[in-house]
């Protein structure tokens, strides 16, 4: 019997997880992809907003700027990386910039304090590309850039070790409750009890409600947005984040730079009725280059080395939605967790913990908790002595797997094996990087199914690039009969 069973291992999961795992009790984490972080936290911009946007007094202005804030410490005890950009919203003419000051406005009613209205002459000197139609900015220091994918991993990580359990594979196909205990059936077989549950299932999160709610009052909505990345070798590009005006649709086509130096052009914004919905069409791609142009001149779409979609759980409702069911006691749902989901991750963790569960009041603290999650090196970014020793310590950082990213043998079976570790080429691009750069894997990614391979004791047969289903090879080919 479990004390509390999260369903969902993306970025909200995992922060809830670790807010847990900071109680003496008992708790689980199962997700029905073959990884943590692989649906809405996959793909995404990355952006830890500052608070400018939201309607003023909802959820998503309060823990948007709480969890802006919070990153600080996350930054310190997960050791996570954060690019620092600022960002800057541009407008072109008067009638823009009538919309720019009623921003202005929003901001205040936000109570982000930091922020600046800049003319063209101003902004450029330090955004050199900027769109010379732009009249006018307001600069957003506060805004900032992470690499979701790990930060879902640390938190995880930092969970496990302090005790939670994680289940990956694991599908809920039935829910139900029985004399105050709730019975969730994995993968049509198993069953797991728990006194609680939690949903945090992103683009499902009315469709686990449906299985015990018979009234459920929101609906996702999910829109699909797409996106270019450019190589890292325009690093510099641009500076900061570079926001459009807001719409009705979001907060538009952005430039984003990226804590390891691309850059993301994008997104558009569609509503979509497959939840899956992750294919890239020209439509979609040709909106993103010509608005994206009203950002900056001369974007180097020359440098593009990957394209790809992203799904947002938008809901029926304009806010975030964490409360306890109406219907069941002991569900609670964190639904409708679109943009600035991201930036309010962890600030949706701790106000479900403790202001909506209340955790505190039913669970003992854990004296064991750790909050520190040790990060391994990165080994290229280290100076060269480091380097020296570390290769005297293991030679497998001496050998070079991913040329592109700088990627060693010894991060590549780190990632293996680690709390959290992957048996998918995928999982192991997320950890390291390792196929993310130029050649987007074509040089390396023989070599890291070998090292999963060999690391898993498995056949080549058996190694996946992403689900289950995923297998790289049909059979062999030269055989001895």
């Known amino acids: 019997m479990y004390d509390y069973v999260v369903i969902g291992a993306g970025i909200v999961g995992s922060f809830i997880a670790r807010e847990l795992s900071k109680y003496d009790l008992k708790a689980l984490v199962v997700e029905k992809e073959n990884d943590v972080a692989n649906v809405q936290t996959l793909a995404n911009s990355a952006i830890l907003h500052s608070g400018h946007n939201p309607k003023p007094n909802?959820?998503?202005?309060?823990?948007?700027?709480?969890?802006?804030?919070?990153?600080?410490d996350v930054e310190k005890e997960l050791n996570i990386q954060i690019l620092r950009s600022g960002a800057f919203v541009v407008a072109h003419g008067e009638s823009e910039e009538k919309q720019l000051a009623e921003l202005v406005e929003t901001t205040k009613q936000n109570n982000v304090t930091e922020y600046e209205l800049l003319s063209y002459e101003e902004a450029v000197k330090t955004e050199p590309n900027l769109a010379k139609s732009v009249t006018q900015v307001l600069s957003l220091p506060t805004t900032g850039v992470i690499y979701p994918w790990e930060v879902a991993f640390a938190c995880m990580e930092n969970a496990i070790v302090n005790g939670v359990e994680f289940r990956k594979n694991a599908e809920v196909t039935n829910l139900i409750k029985d004399s105050g205990t709730f019975k969730i059936t994995i993968n049509d077989k198993d069953i797991v009890e728990s006194k609680y549950v939690i949903n945090a299932t992103g683009v499902n999160t009315d469709d686990i409600a449906e299985m015990l709610e018979k009234h459920v009052d929101f609906k996702i909505t999910p829109r699909k947005g797409e996106y270019f990345v450019l190589d890292k070798r325009v690093k510099g590009f641009v500076n900061h984040v570079l926001y459009p005006l807001p719409t009705n649709k979001g907060k538009g086509v952005l430039l984003t730079p990226q804590v390891h130096g691309n850059i993301l052009v994008g997104p558009d914004s569609k509503f979509v009725d497959d939840k899956y919905r992750t294919d890239n069409t020209n439509s979609g791609l040709g909106y993103v280059k010509e608005n994206a142009s009203l950002l900056a001149d001369n974007i180097p779409f020359n440098q593009i080395i990957r394209?790809?979609?992203?799904?947002?759980?938008t809901s029926t409702k304009e806010d975030f939605i964490i409360e306890e069911s109406k219907e069941i006691k002991?569900?609670?749902?964190?639904?409708?967790?679109?943009s600035p989901g991201l930036t309010a991750a962890p600030a949706i963790a701790e106000y479900l913990v403790n202001e909506i569960m209340m955790v505190q009041d039913k669970y003992d603290t854990s004296k064991d908790f750790d909050p520190i999650r040790k990060k391994l090196p990165e080994f290229h970014s280290l100076p060269?002595?480091?380097?020296?020793?570390?290769?005297?310590q293991d030679s497998r950082y001496a050998n070079i797997i991913c040329k592109c990213e700088k990627i060693t043998e010894k991060e590549i079976v780190d990632a293996i094996n680690g709390p959290l570790g992957s048996n998918s080429i995928k999982g192991i691009k997320k950890r390291t990087r390792a196929g993310a750069g130029l050649c987007q894997g074509g040089y390396c990614e023989e070599k890291v199914y070998k090292l999963i391979a060999r690391e898993t004791n498995s056949s080549p047969l058996?190694?996946?690039?992403?689900?289950?289903?995923?297998?790289?090879?049909?059979?062999?080919?030269?055989?001895?009969k």
């Not at 060269?384 to 005297?392: D, G, H, P, S, V």
């Open 384 to 392: 060269e002595e480091k380097q020296r020793e570390l290769i005297k």
């Open 330 to 338: 002991g569900l609670y749902h964190t639904a409708g967790i679109d």
């Open 307 to 313: 394209s790809f979609a992203g799904i947002r759980a």
């Open 58 to 72: 909802t959820l998503k202005s309060r823990l948007c700027l709480l969890g802006n804030k919070m990153y600080n």
């Open 462 to 480: 058996d190694i996946v690039y992403d689900s289950q289903k995923s297998n790289l090879f049909v059979s062999e080919t030269k055989v001895k």
